[in-house]
Each structure stands twice: as C-alpha cells, then as structure tokens.
C-alpha cells in the first residue's frame, strides 16, 4: 500500500506541473485575445491598414496555436485525473 501512496504523491505532483503549465496557456491565450482586440479598434480607425491587418491575422493564427495547446494540456490532465480515481479506488479496497 505504501507503493500506491507513492504513486499517488507522483500523479498529484505531474497533475501540479500540468495545471501550472495550463494557467500559462490560458493567460498567453488571453493576452492574445486581448491584442486581437486591440487590432479590431485599430482596423475601426483605419480599414486600409495591411499592417493592421496582417498582425490581426498573426494573432489569430496564435490563438489556434495557444487554443490547441490548451486542448492538449486539458486531456492530460484528464488522464491523469483518470489514474488518480483508479489508484485512490484500488487504495480504498
């Protein structure tokens, strides 16, 4: 049983790496969306601007990016939570 504590302890600590590296995901997402914002404002004012327009089209292609990145890092830590059930129930017998 005490081999099973230790795994646990393992899966937790992987969990608190995948959890911190997912909020880093999540505020570089964010940041983007906000710089994409920003880039709709600017096009408001001046419709004809490329370079507008082409850092818009940057920023979109990094949200893809970072949002599928945030979709890999939130099924690894759904694995990992799967491991966590199915140790704590083979604990729990």
């Keep these: 049983m005490t081999g099973q ?5 393992k899966l937790f600590e992987k969990r608190m ?10 505020a ?5 969306l906000q710089l994409n914002s920003g880039f ?16 818009q089209n940057k920023a979109e292609q990094d ?15 759904a694995a990992i939570d799967a491991k966590i059930a199915a140790a704590t129930n083979l604990e729990d017998r």
């Design 5 to 9: 504590c230790e795994d646990i302890t």
């Design 17 to 26: 790496a995948l959890v911190c590296l997912l909020s880093r995901a999540n």
């Design 28 to 32: 570089e997402h964010l940041r983007i």
């Design 40 to 55: 709709d404002i600017l096009l408001m004012k001046n419709s004809d601007s490329t370079d507008v327009a082409d850092r």
């Design 63 to 77: 949200l893809g990016a970072t949002q599928a990145c945030i979709d890999a890092l939130e099924k690894d830590v």
